[in-house]
């Protein structure tokens, strides 16, 4: 069975700190890239950051440069976020999905083109 948890949601404040993680099983992880994306209230969905679990090749949006760091623990099976210097602009449900590498090497990280999506965290960021 295909599964991704992401868990570490939570209230912070502005200029604090959160750490996302998605435990993921049920498919080959080499053969993958692994998204964030998250959506705020009454917007769509927004590709946050990726990590290729072969080669570890990271992307991240224009938004989180900076701030944000995404990692990979091989032994856990585990794909982390790690954001930093949090804004209420950074308010919104985070998700983890997957992909195959060679359609996101085609699609990059859309959320039209993963396959499997785990559950959502609530991130909310007060001022």
């Known amino acids: 069975e295909v599964q991704l948890q992401a868990s570490g949601g939570g209230l912070v404040r502005a200029g604090g700190s959160l750490r996302l993680s998605c435990a993921c099983s049920?498919?080959?992880?080499?053969?993958?890239?692994i998204g964030w994306f998250r959506q705020a209230p009454g917007k769509g969905r927004e590709g946050v950051s990726s990590?290729?679990?072969?080669?570890?090749?990271?992307y991240y949006t224009d938004s989180v440069k900076g701030r944000f760091t995404i990692s990979i623990d091989n032994a856990k099976s585990t794909v982390y976020l790690q954001m930093n210097n949090l804004t209420p602009g950074d308010t919104a449900v985070y998700y983890c999905?997957?992909?195959?590498?060679?359609?996101?090497?085609?699609?990059?990280?859309?959320?039209?083109?993963?396959?499997?999506w785990g559950k959502g965290t609530l991130v909310t960021v007060s001022s």
């Open positions: 990590i290729g679990w072969s080669d570890a090749s990271t």
């Open positions: 999905a997957a992909v195959l590498t060679k359609i996101y090497q085609v699609v990059g990280l859309r959320s039209y083109g993963m396959g499997y």
């Open positions: 049920g498919f080959p992880l080499e053969d993958y890239v």
